[in-house]
Nanobody
Framework: QVQLVESGGGLVQAGGSLRLSCAAS????????MGWFRQAPGKEREFVAG???????YYSDSVKGRFTISRDNAKNTVYLQMNDLKPEDTAVYYC????????????????????WGQGTQVTVSS
């Protein structure tokens, strides 16, 4: 079992920055993929970014160039640095872990993730 706890959300003005953290505990596996997803009110949950154990990353087009995902395997923690935030980035952000991920990074968007955090709210004011 793996527990994921997100932190770092909050209220920020457009153009500002936030860094989200996701701390994992329990039985984590090498070669897993950690992903960030978000869900805005009235919308479906969408993939934001993913990172494999060895550091390969993949981003959705909507955040590419503005968000950076990273991980510290020694601390079992994944980060999402969000810069140049826009009001449309407002959502609840979730961390997820896929213990047996697809080989191709583009498939991380629709993979079945095994564990999810409780989410952290990010609100961007205009």
């Amino acid at each position: 079992q793996v527990q994921l706890v997100e932190s770092g959300g909050g209220l920020v003005q457009a153009g500002g920055s936030l860094r989200l953290s996701c701390a994992a505990s329990g039985r984590t596996f090498s070669n897993n993929v950690m992903g960030w997803f978000r869900q805005a009110p009235g919308k479906e949950r969408e993939f934001v970014a993913g990172i494999r154990w060895i550091g390969n990353t993949y981003y959705s087009d909507s955040v590419k160039g503005r968000f950076t995902i990273s991980r510290d395997n020694a601390k079992n923690t994944v980060y999402l640095q969000m810069n140049d935030l826009k009001p449309e980035d407002t959502a609840v952000y979730y961390c997820a872990a896929d213990q047996n991920p697809p080989v191709f990074a583009s498939s991380w968007r629709t993979a079945k993730y095994d564990y999810w955090g409780q989410g952290t709210q990010v609100t961007v004011s205009s």
